[in-house]
């Protein structure tokens, strides 16, 4: 967290997926709120939560996109995605009726304001993805989230593990290519093995890293939090 602070202050981002760990600054923040309300099974509390995000992202890609004011339109659509994942999980693990019954329609909300908001707020030079990139990305990804998720698809054992250290992929990724795709040094002139090794370095480093932090770092938190000790039955049912 504090190698992203350069950025507050104008610098530049030591690797470039580091705006992503800001949006989660601002997830981390909204877990504590709903955490602490107590509302985190309560489907139609978090669906309110959802459509509000909706709404302040509709009035604020209207606004920006007047010049009025610079308002942030993008976190706000990250955060209504991440609790729409909540919503698939209350309605397929937990057998939620509420949110069984109102997935499809928070889905097909998504996919319309997504586009919609992204193209009142920004433009091709807003970043460094155009707007038909950035929003069939994020409808892409939407529509590859349901149908595993819906099919059942991340059963398996390795799928389940590399699901596990998917955070340190997702870190140490960039790291890894930067050593050795780069390298332009014999025998790693092969555009196949450097890549192979890349992936390779990165498992690895996930690896340790959930060993050595994430595993540790869990259960300090369990022995803080007495009262959320050992797995939740929802989670073993998944």
Known sequence: NLSMAPALWGQADLLGIFWTLRVEWVF?????????LGRLDDAAWMQR?????LAYALGASLLRGAGLAPLPVALPLYLAVMLFGHQLRLALLAQDALAR?????????LALLIPLCWTLAY????????????????LAGLALFVACVCGRRFGSALLSHLGRISYGIYL????????????????????PLRALLAVALTL???QLVRQGLEQPAIRLGRRLLPG?????PLERRA
């Open 228 to 232: 959320r000790r050992g797995e939740r």
């Open 172 to 191: 140490f990724h960039p790291i890894a290519l930067a050593l050795l795709l780069g390298a332009a040094q014999a025998p790693l002139q092969h555009g």
């Open 49 to 53: 939560l959802l459509g509000a995000l």
């Open 28 to 36: 981390y923040g909204l877990c504590l709120l709903v955490f602490s």
């Open 101 to 109: 019954r109102r997935w499809p329609a928070l889905l097909a909300a």
């Open 123 to 138: 433009d091709d030079d807003s970043h460094k993805e155009s707007l038909l990139a950035s929003c069939s990305g994020f």
């Open 204 to 206: 690895l480093l996930a």
